[in-house]
């Protein structure tokens, strides 16, 4: 829960966002009644201000503008009753290793991930080569990633307002292409970055690796080559992955229990078939239309929820719509609590491709104070806001083409009947590419 606000604290955002950038940008806002609402109208109002908030988050100019970004975090502080004080606050690296920082309560992600650099002595110019991740330290000491830490959310109060020791932040590397790792092994710190997550990721077996390629890394640890380490690791399946927990999806048959994991822009389902034999089945960044995040809630008191779940319990879904031939698109649903954080995966990969696409550089990808603010990079500008969908094929054009007001999030009660996704509830996906059947 990130906070809690009234609708005339809304209707003041969105009148001060209506004065910076003009009516004509903004979505529509509810309008104000006259009279009381009755329980259906206040979850009607509720829905359409969840809706809101979303189609701003997603605008690239609203989303990532100061005044929308500066509520949140207010939003989040006051609600958690936090005051503005120094702290020390607690960051692992994948190893485990603990970072101690001097922060203030109230600054923001990119203060902490600045903080952070600064006590590993990590040059400003790789600073946007890694990220924030809350994660939760389950019993046998692994990691189970909840999201990236987000620009309008204040991580000491993030992590705090959870109120368990279990919930930890971790600084891991933010980027797929392992390409950008030579710019990262420049640098000592980098390496020693970069060494220390991959080794971790290996012990975990998120990395595939054969016996004789255990043999081969074990001597180059040995040796302390930590360069060959990594250009060795390189090569092995999954590499710069990150894997999610145990989850449940429709494919290729519902409910069929999988691992899912995300690298190389793509997402990977590992499934094991009767007699124990594993199978892997890809799904490409670039063929996925468009997805969608859903959240299940109970239903309003006087109704009756599922059988064995508990009040307040949240079933979150990632469900994609996938080229899987030519003209033919399936949604294939995965069932996760960690539907957030996939879905935060699938984006960063997007950006990444679309960077690469515009001739962007990742370095430039890190925000910079400007006049006291923050503010976009241009090449980051240019990622955020890419134009609406168009098919080079005029067969697909009804199939590829986006309204310009997408929602990430839809919610409905559980037992409520799914219903297909319209233009007003998914992501549009701006590096999907309309490619053929030799291509699959």
Known sequence: ????????????LHEQLRKEYGANVLPAFPPKKL????PAEVEQRREQLEKYMQAVRQDPLLGSSETFNSFLRRAQQETQQVPTEEVSLEVLLSNGQKVLVNVLTSDQTEDVLEAVAAKLDLPDDLIGYFSLFLVREKEDGAFSFV?????????????????SQEYKI????????????DDVMENRVGLNLLYAQTVSDIERGWILVTKEQHRQLKSLQEKVSKKEFLRLAQTLRHYGYLRFDACVADFPE???????????????????????????????VTRMRCWRVTSSVPLPSGSTSSPGRGRGEVRLELAFEYLMSKDRLQWVTITSPQAIMMSICLQSMVDELMVKKSGGSIRKMLRRRVGGTLRRSDSQQAVKSPPLLESPDATRESMVKLSSKLSAVSLRGIGSPSTDASASDVHGNFAFEGIGDEDL
């Open 254 to 284: 519902k409910d069929c229990p999988v691992v899912v994991s995300a690298g190389n822009s793509e997402l990977s389902l590992q499934l094991r078939l009767p007699g124990q034999q594993l199978r892997e089945g890809s799904f490409r």
């Open 35 to 38: 009279f009381s609402l009755t």
């Open 147 to 163: 999201r990236k830490l987000q620009e309008f959310e204040l991580p000491y109060v993030s992590v705090t307002s959870l109120r």
């Open 1 to 12: 829960m990130h906070c809690r606000v009234r609708y005339s604290q809304l209707l003041g």
């Open 170 to 181: 971790v600084l891991r590397k933010s980027y797929w292409d392992s390409a950008y790792d």
